[in-house]
């Protein structure tokens, strides 16, 4: 996704400096206060909203614009088998409608956080609210950034640009049958006439 690290050393530099900066973040979950961080952490970063966004931005992305049918068979060309009918319901309905529900939920029933002890609640100032709102932020927007920054990046008029980056752009044995008698492709791995190169990337249609 990032062609700059796969020059050189870079990649490895890069997972260093990952490595480095979540190990001295984990540090400060150690100290003696290191639980009120965990629970910022914990209540703003690792769960709630930002997760619930995520969920349901990714069934939406799965189910409605690379398509259920398209996933199913996918799945089935994998594990040589149709799973159960039952999880096209859940990818289409019934997980966006669930993280919608627990979402509108979490917003009607928020309340300031606190952290209960032995020696009895306390009460996180706004200074590290402010600190768990900006990591759901960071996290929730990552989804409408790259959406806007490949539609500026497409070419065409607005429809057609929404139609280009949500056209799923697969390799030959990637296709469907379907898909590529459309493209007027053989469906026929022994006939040597017409399949592209192996790795040639085509666009399949609906």
């Known amino acids: 996704m990032i062609p700059?690290?796969?020059?050189?050393?870079?990649?490895?530099?890069?997972?260093?400096?990952?490595?480095?900066?979540n190990f001295l973040l984990g540090l400060t979950m150690v100290t003696n206060g290191g639980?009120?961080?965990?629970?910022?952490?914990?209540?703003?970063?690792?769960?709630?909203?930002?997760?619930l966004f995520m969920s349901f931005f990714e069934c939406v992305a799965i189910a409605w614009i690379f398509g259920v049918d398209r996933f199913y068979d996918s799945i089935a060309l994998m594990i040589g088998y149709r799973p159960l009918p039952w999880f096209k319901i859940c990818?289409?309905?019934?997980?966006?409608l669930i993280t919608v529900g627990i979402f509108l939920f979490m917003c009607a029933t928020w309340s300031p956080m606190e952290f209960k002890h032995f020696t009895g609640t306390y009460y996180f100032p706004i200074w590290a609210?402010?600190?768990?709102?900006?990591?759901?932020?960071?996290a929730i927007l990552c989804v409408p950034v790259t959406a806007v920054v490949k539609l500026?990046?497409?070419?065409?008029t607005l429809?057609?640009?929404?139609?280009?980056?949500?056209?799923?752009?697969?390799?030959?044995?990637?296709?469907?049958?379907?898909?590529?008698?459309?493209?007027?492709?053989?469906?026929?791995?022994?006939?040597?006439?017409?399949?592209?190169p192996p790795y040639?990337?085509?666009t399949q249609y609906d």
Request: with cysteine; hydrophobic share 40%; net charge neutral.
């Open 4 to 21: 700059t690290l796969r020059r050189g050393y870079n990649r490895e530099f890069f997972i260093a400096g990952i490595c480095a900066f």
């Open 35 to 51: 639980i009120y961080v965990f629970q910022i952490f914990d209540y703003y970063s690792a769960s709630g909203i930002s997760l």
């Open 91 to 96: 990818w289409l309905v019934l997980t966006p």
């Open 129 to 138: 609210e402010s600190i768990g709102w900006i990591m759901v932020v960071v």
């Open 152 to 156: 500026c990046q497409a070419e065409g």
């Open 159 to 196: 429809r057609e640009r929404w139609r280009q980056v949500t056209t799923p752009q697969l390799h030959y044995h990637q296709l469907r049958d379907k898909d590529k008698l459309a493209q007027g492709l053989s469906i026929d791995s022994s006939d040597p006439s017409t399949p592209p």
């Open 200 to 202: 040639s990337s085509v």
